[in-house]
């Protein structure tokens, strides 16, 4: 059974800082890509960042680079998101997501959804 499970979301105040998990199961994990999606209420679901088990290449969002580090542990099956100086704008629920290497980092191809934790930032 394939399962991304998510981890880290929380309350925090502007200017600190969150870590998010996203521990894999089910598939082998060397042939995708794992990425954060998030979504804020009444806006549609966007890309964040993701990273490629296979070479560790990654791509960030224009509105999280310098603040949020995406990174993976291979033997752990396991991508964090490190997010620093947090914005209220960064408030929503943050999805892991994984797609079958060659792939698009989008919505609609992703392969596999985790259900999402929720990031608050408070002003």
């Known amino acids: 059974e394939v399962q991304l499970q998510a981890f880290g979301g929380g309350l925090v105040q502007a ?5 998010l998990s996203c521990a894999a199961s089910g598939f082998t994990f060397d042939d995708y890509a794992i990425g954060w999606f998030r979504q804020a209420p009444g806006k549609e679901r966007e890309g964040v960042s993701c990273i490629s088990n296979r070479d560790g290449s990654t791509w960030y969002a224009d509105s999280v680079k310098g603040r949020f580090t995406i990174s ?4 752990k099956n396991t ?3 490190q997010m620093n100086s947090l914005k209220p ?6 999805y892991c997501a994984a797609v079958r290497i060659p792939g698009f980092f989008s919505v609609n191809a992703m392969n596999y959804w985790g259900k999402g934790t929720l990031v608050t930032v408070s002003s």
Request: zero cysteines; charged letters at 20%.
């Open 15 to 19: 200017g600190g800082s969150l870590k």
């Open 72 to 75: 993976g542990d291979n033997a």
């Open 89 to 94: 704008e960064d408030t929503a629920v943050y």
């Open 79 to 81: 991508v964090y998101l």
